[in-house]
């Protein structure tokens, strides 16, 4: 089994910022993608940012230019900077992964959740 913890999140006027982490931690033989989902009251769960373990990184356009993801494949974490927020922004952000069990397995995983909110 594996587990992604993540820390950080809280409440930040707009025009703040935040950092948020996660730790991945179990049965990794390797991480494929690693990054980070957002679901707002309402809504549903959405891309904010990923990273391949090649580096490449994809970003929702509403976030593009404000925020940083960055990974560290040799400690199995992956980070979110968060710039200029806006209270939009406000959301339980989910750390994800796609892992290699074994040979012939990849399973996704996710985080219990970390909320951010975004005060006008």
């Known amino acids: 089994q594996v587990q992604l913890v993540e820390s950080g999140g809280g409440l930040v006027q707009a025009g703040g910022s935040l950092r948020l982490s996660c730790a991945a931690s179990?049965?990794?033989?390797?991480?494929?993608?690693m990054g980070w989902y957002r679901q707002a009251p309402g809504k549903q769960r959405e891309l904010v940012a990923t990273?391949?373990?090649?580096?490449?990184?994809n970003y929702a356009d509403s976030v593009e230019g404000r925020f940083t993801i960055s990974r560290d494949n040799a400690k199995n974490t992956v980070n979110l900077q968060l710039n200029s927020l806006k209270p939009e922004d406000t959301a339980v952000y989910y750390c994800y992964a796609n892992v290699r069990t074994s040979i012939f397995r990849t399973y996704d995983f996710w985080g219990q959740g970390t909320q951010v909110t975004v005060s006008s």
């Open positions: 990273m391949t373990n090649g580096g490449t990184t």
């Open positions: 179990g049965s990794i033989l390797s991480i494929n993608d």
